[in-house]
């Protein structure tokens, strides 16, 4: 009799165990957003495959040296990008042509990258692996540092049932948590909502008009980007010598032409633009009211003025801080390193 009982209790906890860690994890859509470009049948999220994503997105076991992580440019509190530089930085001190993007809402991204390089987000974290000023190590030589680690061959085991590890395997697991980076809950967001309580300071609704008037056409909601790539009459910088989106078209039209980034937690996303040549929301504004530079590809919605009083630069800057979604930049899910695990 207690010898039955006691075999019942194992295996009920062995079975919830072994549930919670293989359950579904169900990708939440915020109501009126459209539906996700990622297509996730090719990636059934679960636990375990979000806890190996973010083992790898936290290690810089993925550096030839293993010096730096994915996290080492992309930090939760900073929106995922980095903060206190203009390009990027990688192995050996090197330093990188562009400025980090956010990693917000990707499941939502038709491209990737500032030029729109790569479109498909498995693919996408293969260009900071294999990139020289970055991790600079082989696709194939970072899968052989993990199937050399006991500890990762375990964990690829739980998750897709082969401890043999592959290149699609760790870019299926790093999407199992880079998917997942959703932001959704900024005070806009509320707002939006009508949750109670909640509503735009008189100084924030005005800004919110001048952005509809002025920005959303490329800022679009609910995502605050419509994933499209223009020029947005930033000067050329002289040392990068940057062309955008033409070298990867080689279409002479794309000259200078970026993606357009989202806005979201855009409070604390600084440095701003592709080289990250400004450090404030308000240099940014200015860039658009009186640093136009024109040229032949130059976006057509920057081609008449934009006319801002101070103090609607200052209303712009407010609404502009409503997009910050606290919980999202302080989600300890998002920020915990799951590679101590790896060493219990």
């Given at each position: 009799?207690?010898?039955?009982?006691?075999?019942?209790?194992?295996?009920?906890?062995?079975?919830?165990?072994?549930?919670?860690?293989?359950?579904?994890?169900?990708?939440?859509?915020?109501?009126?957003?459209?539906?996700?470009?990622?297509?996730?049948?090719?990636?059934?999220?679960?636990?375990?495959?979000?806890?190996?994503?973010?083992?790898?997105?936290?290690d810089p076991?993925?550096?030839?040296?293993?010096?730096?992580?994915?996290?080492?440019?992309?930090?939760?509190?900073?929106?995922?990008?980095?903060?206190?530089?203009?390009?990027?930085?990688?192995?050996?001190?090197?330093?990188?042509?562009?400025?980090?993007?956010?990693?917000?809402?990707?499941?939502?991204?038709?491209?990737?990258?500032?030029?729109?390089?790569?479109?498909?987000?498995?693919?996408?974290?293969?260009?900071?692996?294999?990139?020289?000023?970055?991790?600079?190590?082989?696709?194939?030589?970072?899968?052989?540092?993990?199937?050399?680690?006991?500890?990762?061959?375990?964990?690829?085991?739980?998750?897709?049932?082969?401890?043999?590890?592959?290149?699609?395997?760790?870019?299926?697991?790093?999407?199992?948590?880079?998917?997942?980076?959703?932001?959704?809950?900024?005070?806009?967001?509320?707002?939006?909502?009508?949750?109670?309580?909640?509503?735009?300071?008189?100084?924030?609704?005005?800004?919110?008009?001048?952005?509809?008037?002025?920005?959303?056409?490329?800022?679009?909601?609910?995502?605050?980007?419509?994933?499209?790539?223009?020029?947005?009459?930033?000067?050329?910088?002289?040392?990068?010598k940057d062309?955008?989106?033409?070298?990867?078209?080689?279409?002479?039209?794309?000259?200078?032409?970026?993606?357009?980034?989202?806005?979201?937690?855009?409070?604390?996303?600084?440095?701003?633009?592709?080289?990250?040549?400004?450090?404030?929301?308000?240099?940014?504004?200015?860039?658009?009211?009186?640093?136009?530079?024109?040229?032949?590809?130059?976006?057509?919605?920057?081609?008449?003025?934009?006319?801002?009083?101070?103090?609607?630069?200052?209303?712009l800057i407010?609404?502009?801080?409503?997009?910050?979604?606290?919980?999202?930049?302080?989600?300890?899910?998002?920020?915990?390193?799951?590679?101590?695990?790896?060493?219990?």
């Amino acid at each position: 009799m207690i010898i039955g009982v006691i075999l019942i209790l194992f295996l009920y906890v062995f079975f919830s165990f072994v549930f919670t860690e293989q359950k579904n994890i169900h990708f939440h859509v915020p109501e009126g957003w459209p539906k996700p470009v990622y297509d996730f049948k090719q990636n059934r999220l679960t636990e375990k495959g979000f806890k190996l994503g973010s083992a790898l997105f936290f290690d810089p076991i993925l550096s030839r040296d293993n010096s730096i992580s994915c996290a080492s440019c992309h930090l939760s509190f900073t929106a995922f990008t980095h903060a206190d530089h203009k390009l990027s930085h990688g192995i050996n001190g090197r330093i990188g042509t562009r400025n980090s993007l956010t990693l917000i809402n990707l499941a939502w991204n038709t491209s990737f990258m500032w030029d729109g390089g790569v479109n498909n987000l498995e693919v996408q974290a293969i260009n900071p692996i294999t990139n020289p000023s970055e991790m600079n190590h082989g696709l194939s030589n970072a899968v052989d540092a993990l199937n050399a680690s006991p500890r990762y061959r375990k964990m690829f085991y739980s998750v897709f049932k082969d401890s043999i590890i592959t290149s699609q395997k760790l870019l299926k697991a790093l999407a199992q948590y880079t998917s997942q980076l959703v932001s959704y809950n900024s005070k806009y967001d509320s707002v939006m909502r009508k949750e109670k309580n909640v509503s735009f300071t008189q100084n924030e609704l005005n800004g919110y008009t001048l952005f509809k008037n002025h920005c959303a056409s490329c800022h679009t909601e609910p995502l605050f980007t419509n994933y499209g790539f223009e020029n947005n009459g930033l000067s050329m910088d002289t040392v990068l010598k940057d062309f955008g989106r033409m070298m990867i078209t080689q279409d002479s039209k794309d000259a200078f032409k970026f993606k357009i980034p989202t806005l979201r937690n855009i409070e604390f996303s600084a440095p701003y633009f592709h080289d990250g040549r400004v450090n404030t929301l308000k240099d940014v504004i200015n860039h658009y009211t009186s640093g136009i530079v024109v040229s032949a590809s130059l976006s057509k919605q920057l081609q008449q003025p934009i006319i801002l009083s101070e103090k609607n630069k200052k209303d712009l800057i407010l609404f502009l801080k409503t997009l910050t979604d606290k919980y999202a930049l302080y989600n300890q899910r998002f920020r915990y390193n799951y590679s101590e695990t790896l060493t219990k």
